[in-house]
């Protein structure tokens, strides 16, 4: 059976930083397209990054170059460093596996940045 | 970037009634579209994918349609259950993935 559990959220201040983890069983996060996707109090999805199964890496405009994606295959664990947190990053940061569509999620982790 | 504009905001709808919810795309998308139904507190749930296939589990209460920019999810003899929030997701230009702003269900 899929599985994925997200830890790691919690209150940060501003400028903080911060990382998630999301432990998949069921299969192996490697040899998978892996996701992050947000969603702020309240709002709609807002996809964040994704890792290819061949290690290349996107994302949103709003976490370029704050966010960073990476994934450890002996822990079969994806990760999302967030560095120089705002406000705005406030949400449930939810793992998901796929390439084209999310057709597995996480139960997601609440960050909440504020001072 | 591609915008997804999802229809109406809120849906009041009786149970055992039909509900249509409606998915725009800014520039065609083809048939890469999916739906996930998400109920609160809880993660998106995927329901279907290229547009017309339900995913694993799906009930077949839940049909999509449509191809290029107008995708329509169509709820059959809904159940208590089926009450939730429902967003479109285009993939036809990926990443980003780019959701509608979604559809409340709610019970009238």
């Known amino acids: 059976e899929v599985q994925l559990v997200e830890s790691g959220g919690g209150l940060i201040q501003p400028g903080g930083s911060l990382r998630l983890s999301c432990a998949a069983s069921?299969?192996?996060?490697?040899?998978?397209?892996m996701n992050w996707v947000r969603q702020a109090p309240g709002k709609g999805l807002e996809w964040v990054s994704v890792?290819?199964?061949?290690?290349?890496?996107s994302y949103a405009d709003s976490v370029k170059g704050r966010f960073t994606i990476s994934r450890d295959h002996s822990k079969n664990t994806l990760y999302l460093q967030m560095n120089s947190l705002r406000a705005e990053d406030t949400a449930v940061y939810y793992c998901?596996?796929?390439?084209?569509?999310?057709?597995?999620w996480g139960q997601g982790t609440l960050v909440t940045v504020s001072s | 970037e591609i915008v997804m504009t999802q229809s109406p905001a809120t849906l009041s709808v009786s149970p055992g009634e039909r509900a249509t919810l409606s998915c725009r795309a800014s520039?065609?998308?083809?048939?890469?579209l999916a739906w996930y139904q998400q109920k609160p507190g809880q993660a998106p749930r995927l329901l279907i994918y290229?547009?017309?296939t339900r995913a694993t589990g799906i009930s077949a209460r839940f049909s999509g349609s449509g191809s290029g920019t107008e995708f329509t999810l169509t709820i059959s003899n809904l159940q208590s259950e089926d009450f939730a929030v429902y967003y479109c997701?285009?993939?036809?230009?990926?990443?980003?993935?780019?959701f509608g702003q979604g559809t409340k269900v709610e019970i009238k």
């Open positions: 290229g547009a017309s």
């Open positions: 890792i290819y199964s061949g290690g290349n890496t």
């Open positions: 069921g299969f192996t996060v490697s040899n998978n397209y």
């Open positions: 997701q285009q993939y036809n230009n990926w990443p980003p993935w780019t």
């Open positions: 520039q065609s998308v083809a048939g890469y």
């Open positions: 998901a596996r796929g390439g084209n569509y999310g057709s597995y």
